[in-house]
């Protein structure tokens, strides 16, 4: 008897994934590697329930991979330093995580020598597209199954023939659905349909129960977030997770975001990012102190492509090696203490302390008076700086 085939399926615990167990191992003949990839989106009890029901289906082996570091450290951490908010409103919440869930899987599948992969995406989104791409560039010849895309299924096929496999879960359907990570919570439901509509207080995730306005202090060390108020953080992955409990508390960070979709088609989508807004809002800020005119001009221009082309899947582009490069080295002054103020469903940012502040008094204060050179050197200046559109003005006035 020849030995079954093995396949690594990207397993979450829903009703997809849960389906892609049973058809691939019962009907197809497959030896099932289930592998949860958690970015920063569940809890260790939750991890716990979702393995005994990977093995409850009949997965050969189930591994769950805490990659909420190195998804900090390969995707977020230049997020931060490019100030990317796609389309100006969202911080590329699950678009980021997608990409960093598929690379682990990829190795995992390489580790495991597997024959196939499998994810459980249908075919109406981006995921098939950021999941595909990678596994064809990270492990070229290993076949790709995806049944819920190729089957066409719909939810209630699902459910039945899951209920024929004798399997015991919750098939109740959520009003609203909700994919949760490090870097912020998506949010779809009917008023998201649509072009128009918002949603409601309850199916916001985080509720509001902070009423009363706080100021908090944000510490930035190169660009990363290192301490809030007097708390230092070894890590700022847990500064995140830390200023998400104070932040989410006031109901900000929430909107809805519209954007273009891979495969040409756009989408609504509601989301709650309370510190990545806060984080990102006050990291500009900080920014906009102690760079430069023309860095703060190229760094906006690199970081636009940068998060345009991740959110296409494109994490494996060299030149995204490249734009990481010209980012990190653009946070060698980015240090210094950031004032934001929290109120419900809003917040702003009061100002900012810093040794690399460029707003320096020394040098004079703006609209007042300046240190730095003379009244008489700036009519130089005005009719250098001027001198090349000044004869044009002229060569074609007398034409």
Known sequence: MSESKKV????????????????????????????????????????????QHAYSLGVKTHTTVNAVKSYYDSIIKFLIFGNVLKNNTYPLSVSAERLSQALHIAEHAKKLNADAVAHGSTGAGNDQ????????????????????????????????????????????????SINKGLWGTSVGGKETLNSKGILPEEAWPTQVTATESREVKLHFEKGELTGIDNQNFQQPTEAIQYLQTIAGAYGVGRDIHVG???????????????????????????????????????????????????HEGQILDPVMRDIEAFLTHSQENV?????????????????????????????????????????????????????????????????
């Open 8 to 51: 690594v399926l990207g397993f979450s615990g829903g009703l997809d994934t849960t389906y892609c167990v049973k058809y691939l191992s019962e009907d197809k003949g497959y030896e099932v590697h289930s592998i949860i990839v958690n970015t920063g989106g569940f809890t260790e009890e939750e991890l716990k329930q979702i393995e």
């Open 129 to 176: 597209v950021r999941f595909d791409m990678i596994f064809h560039i990270m492990i070229p010849g290993v076949e790709i199954i995806t049944p819920i895309r190729d089957l066409k299924l719909s939810r209630e096929t699902e459910i039945s023939y899951l209920k024929g496999k004798g399997v015991n879960m919750n098939f109740e359907k959520s009003m609203y």
């Open 260 to 310: 273009d979709t891979i495969i040409g088609i756009k989408g609504r989508v509601g989301f709650e990012a309370a510190a990545p807004m806060v984080i990102l809002k006050a990291h500009h800020a900080l920014e906009k102190h102690v760079l430069t005119k023309w860095q703060l001009g190229w760094k906006d221009q690199l970081a636009q492509f940068y998060g345009n082309w991740l």
């Open 335 to 399: 240090t210094g203490n950031v004032f934001v103020q929290l109120l419900p469903y809003r917040f702003h940012v009061i100002g900012i302390e810093s040794a690399f502040d460029l707003m320096n008094s020394k040098f004079g204060k703006y609209g007042e008076m300046n240190t730095g050179f003379t009244g008489d050197d700036v009519r130089g200046f005005s009719k250098i700086f001027g001198n090349q559109i000044s004869i044009w003005h002229k060569v074609n006035q007398s034409s």
